[in-house]
């Protein structure tokens, strides 16, 4: 078909019934049908801070049973309230709020049009900063519809605060609507909502308020709910009438992370996390997040205590818009490194139904990201300064945070690197310069260190007994970090047992002995095994075994990363001996002339060596304590 230039355009718009519209947003408005309560709250909640806002500024006529002195802040009354009320017998929610109303027009123009938000009309309508920042949550439109998805039927009764008529609207689930007059008395809106068949869950106590916890337990509005009324305890003879106690908000309107953290004590901090989290363990400390321009967020972090390194290290950080909570974990806001910790986040800048997608490609969340990176980085580097001796009892359990987020993170190891500190062996702490600052006259730009006290304990001692400090580096992750400080510095990390260090080297002539180095070859069992001659200051040590740290961390890593087979073999040792011993003389001198008992004796030193570095095989074992009993056979 050739397209014909004169013909008239038309223009139109696209139009769907609402038989079809309706089937869709029932099932797949929300991936979590809960969420229907958070919207339709939101709405009351919306509702009552545009209401104080007319009302403060002198827009609104306040009615006389609220007592409001227009343009008078300070004597807008606290009793603004959302009630939340299930009936079983008539299978109907209702949500309540004495907020702001609609007269027939506005309801008409919000409800009967799907996805046209009041909010953002009300806040085009009365344009200004005051409004922008009134907590306005902004979804009335299709957020209303999500009752579709528990609800055969909707009902809405509502009365303006402009002194119209009041009304009711009430709309089937085949999107058939009608609005009548209604006789409703006092400002505000009662969204009432006829639980469908299949839907009987959300007609019990215990699932409203599980909601109702979840994602409205900080909503700027107190929020009251009414189940299920229990029988009154029969009264005793004789006993007094107890008052009825006054109904309690499930709801906190001013949740700490609004406070300045002036305001704010270390008890509340803590009675905040218990709440929050459950978790009756204190956290290690905590970050108060309050970001202002060009960011608009706020939020508390903490840190919580790892009982050990295996510990699941999964946090939990809620992502909140409002007051309203929106998600657990988003990876997008929190870096990935930070999702070990617990928290809160509220942004008024995300959209409140924020998808996965959004957040990848915001660029405003990209800085939010990293202020919260910086944030953290800033509360170690000032507990560090600040607070040494604190920060070093805190190190073990901020230790694999610290080491991950680096290894994660440059700009975040770049902002911390002054404050990372190691244990020695003896329990003090360093920082890499003070560590080096020391170690200038013996064995400048290395490190050296330990990963298990008592099996390296040999090696350890020589090295303390030079004045050599020993780092003590246990943790899995030690492994990969020491390596990346490596590119980072010039330093170079080795293990105590990786080889002679210049300062146990003696001033002795060292001899060779090729028949000993045969022996020892051929006693091991390993004919790839190196055998050298070093001359120790250590005159009672006879031989000690060394690993290459090359090969080593090969390994390690070969095995981290489940890359090792059972066949593979271990890194090859080297046995080094020592040729300022009187004991290996001695056996040198057996080994040339060809005494068979060379053998038994070199046999039981080179698993000594063995025991020293390592622990023993099954099979080594058997042989160490077959030799061990030999010997003393002889002896005896």
Not at 391 to 416: A, H, M, N, P
Request: with cysteine; charged share 30%; aromatic share 10%.
């Amino acid at each position: 078909m050739r397209y014909n230039m004169d013909e008239k355009i038309k223009k139109g718009g696209i139009s769907v019934e609402t038989e079809h519209i309706f089937p869709i947003i029932k099932k797949w408005l929300y991936s979590d049908k809960d969420i229907f309560l958070r919207e339709i709250v939101s709405n009351a909640c919306d509702a009552i801070a545009k209401y104080k806002m007319l009302a403060s500024s002198g827009q609104a006529q306040a009615e006389e049973n609220y007592a409001v002195n227009i343009g008078q802040v300070s004597d807008i009354p606290d009793d603004y309230k959302i009630t939340v009320k299930a009936d079983k017998e008539e299978r109907t929610i209702t949500v309540s709020d004495n907020g702001i109303g609609m007269t027939e027009e506005e309801l008409d123009r919000y409800l009967c049009q799907i996805a046209l938000s009041g909010a953002l009309d009300f806040i085009n309508k009365y344009e200004g900063e005051e409004s922008r920042n009134n907590g306005i949550i902004g979804h009335f439109g299709l957020g209303f519809y999500s009752s579709f998805m528990v609800s055969d039927r909707v009902t809405v009764v509502t009365k303006s605060y402009t002194g119209a008529p009041a009304v009711k609207w009430e709309c089937t689930d085949s999107g058939e609507y009608t609005l009548s007059p209604s006789d409703k008395e006092t400002r505000g809106t009662d969204v009432i909502m006829h639980i469908a068949d299949g839907e009987d869950e959300y007609l019990e106590d215990g699932k409203l308020k599980s909601i109702l916890e979840q994602y409205c337990s900080f909503m700027p509005v107190e929020i009251y709910y009414e189940g299920e009324k229990k029988p009154e305890p029969e009264k005793k003879e004789g006993e007094e009438a107890k008052e009825p106690e006054a109904p309690k908000p499930i709801n906190d309107t001013h949740p700490l992370w609004m406070k300045n953290p002036s305001d704010c004590t270390e008890e509340e901090y803590l009675e905040f996390y218990r709440k929050v989290f459950h978790d009756y363990r204190e956290p290690l400390f905590h970050i108060h997040i309050n970001a202002d321009y060009p960011l608009n967020f706020r939020g508390i972090l903490y840190f919580p205590k790892i009982t050990n390194e295996y510990e699941s290290l999964e946090g939990q950080v809620k992502l909140y818009y409002n007051q309203v909570f929106v998600a657990d974990n988003i990876k997008e806001v929190i870096p990935e490194f930070l999702l070990m910790l617990r928290g809160v986040i509220d942004c008024p800048e995300l959209p409140l139904n924020v998808s996965r997608s959004y957040l990848q490609n915001s660029g405003y969340v990209a800085k939010m990201s990293q202020h919260i990176v910086k944030k953290v980085a800033d509360k170690l580097n000032s507990l560090f300064t600040t607070e040494r001796e604190n920060y070093e009892k805190l190190w073990q359990d901020i230790k694999i945070f610290v080491e991950y987020g680096s290894l994660r993170e440059k700009k975040f190891y770049d902002r911390v690197k002054d404050s990372v500190i190691y244990q020695l062996t003896g329990g003090r702490y360093v920082t890499l310069d003070e560590y080096l600052e020391g170690a200038k006259e013996k064995h400048e730009n290395t490190v050296y260190y330990a990963t298990d006290k008592m099996a390296q304990a040999q090696y350890i001692s020589m090295l303390e007994g030079e004045g050599i400090d020993v780092m003590y580096l246990d943790k899995g992750l030690d492994n990969q970090f020491i390596s990346m400080i490596e590119q980072e510095r010039n330093v170079k990390f080795l293990r105590v047992d990786s080889g002679v260090a210049d300062a146990l080297r003696g001033d002795g002539e060292k001899f060779e002995s090729k028949a000993l180095a045969d022996l020892f070859v051929k006693v091991s069992g390993n004919d790839k095994l190196k055998v050298t001659f070093e001359n120790l200051k250590d005159g009672t040590l006879p031989a000690m075994l060394t690993v290459s740290e090359q090969d080593r961390r090969f390994g390690e890593m070969m095995r981290l990363y489940g890359m090792q087979n059972d066949g593979m073999p271990a890194p090859e040792g080297e046995l080094v001996l020592n040729s300022g011993s009187d004991m290996i003389k001695r056996l040198a001198a057996k080994a040339e002339s060809g005494d068979e008992s060379a053998a038994d004796s070199a046999g039981y030193i080179y698993r000594l060596a063995l025991l020293a570095q390592r622990k023993l095989s099954a099979e080594e074992l058997k042989d160490f304590l077959r030799g061990s009993f030999a010997m003393l056979d002889k002896l005896v």
